[in-house]
């Protein structure tokens, strides 16, 4: 934990997400902690698992993927209690900040539907060739796994080198996440941002 400021403007966020930092809060509370953990969780592009199940879901086309067509419902569904979650370190101010952060280009969305219902989901922050995800929802079985494939497809296709995913899980462990120093990550942060490519977003819902 850091001890940058309180509050979440844009300026701060993407200031801080350029350095290495990152906001949590805690659970019915309106204190902002910010992380810079050692080692740091990344998920390689090249290094993605996707099992032959999930693989065989995707080609089926059951489900239909967007990008940023509903940021802040995906966000609000990232929210909501779920099973071994119960309660959630995004606030209404987490919304309404990265809510503004989608607003101008430095936060994406991908959304997974079914039948025009919003099942699965996750969002983060984008600096040039640097994605932080920050967090999935899901409401069918694989919704969040088919959102985190297809968003870093979608990725690698416009040129981002570095995913971040902060903190391990076995979640993220057989998706092929790996833990990298804090000067490594912070190395690779450097020379991601700079990079000259977009998400190519669309319009909010």
Request: net charge negative; hydrophobic share 45%.
């Amino acid at each position: 934990m850091s001890g940058l400021p309180a509050g979440l403007p844009p300026e701060l966020l993407v200031s801080a997400y350029a350095q290495g930092y990152f906001p949590m809060a805690e659970p019915d509370s309106d204190d902002i902690y910010w992380f810079d953990p050692d080692p740091r969780t990344v998920l390689p592009f090249e290094g993605l698992h996707v099992s032959r199940s999930l693989a065989r879901t995707l080609r089926r086309g059951t489900f239909v993927v967007t990008f940023d067509q509903c940021f802040r419902a995906v966000m609000q569904a990232c929210a909501e209690p779920a099973p071994g979650r119960e309660e959630t370190w995004i606030s209404e101010d987490f919304v309404e900040a990265y809510s503004e952060l989608f607003a101008l280009g430095f936060a994406h969305s991908a959304e997974v539907w079914q039948q025009d219902r919003l099942v699965g989901g996750v969002y983060g922050v984008s600096i040039g060739g640097f994605f932080a995800g920050e967090s999935m929802f899901s409401r069918v079985s694989n919704g969040s796994k088919i959102a985190l494939v297809s968003l870093m497809r979608h990725l690698q296709g416009r040129g981002y080198v570095l995913f971040d995913v902060q903190f391990m899980t076995e979640h993220l462990r057989r998706l092929g996440a790996v833990e990298i120093a804090r000067a490594d990550y912070k190395q690779r942060l450097a020379r991601a941002i700079h990079l000259p490519v977009t998400f190519d977003w669309a319009t909010n819902c």
